[in-house]
Nanobody, 120 residues
Framework: QVQLVESGGGSVQAGGSLKLSCTVS????????MAWYRQAPGKQRELVAR???????DYADSVKGRFTISRDNAKNTVYLQMNSLKPEDTAVYYC??????????????WGQGTQVTVSS
């Protein structure tokens, strides 16, 4: 079975920092693109950051310059370093692993989510 487990969420003041971790088992981690999504109450889930199995990295415009996604293939772990946090960053953050089908990678496996709360 494939399992993704997030950790590192919590409550911080605006301007603070948090680092999320997601450890993956059940897949060859180094072969899969990984991503972080978030969902705030009453809003749709949105892509925050994505890191490919090569050099590709993408960020949502709202987090560029503040968040950094990275991965450690030896530890089967993907990270999201979040700096200069804003109240609008408050959401449940979900780790996702992609699977490539027909030459295209799609979201496939999800973690349980970790809550991030940023107060003014």
């Amino acid at each position: 079975q494939v399992q993704l487990v997030e950790s590192g969420g919590g409550s911080v003041q605006a301007g603070g920092s948090l680092k999320l971790s997601c450890t993956v088992s059940g897949i060859i981690f180094s072969s899969n693109a990984m991503a972080w999504y978030r969902q705030a109450p009453g809003k749709q889930r949105e892509l925050v950051a994505r890191i490919g199995n090569g050099v590709s990295i993408d960020y949502a415009d709202s987090v560029k310059g503040r968040f950094t996604i990275s991965r450690d293939n030896a530890k089967n772990t993907v990270y999201l370093q979040m700096n200069s946090l804003k109240p609008e960053d408050t959401a449940v953050y979900y780790c996702n692993a992609e699977q490539r089908r027909l030459g295209v990678s799609y979201p496939e496996w999800w973690g349980q989510g970790t809550q991030v709360t940023v107060s003014s």
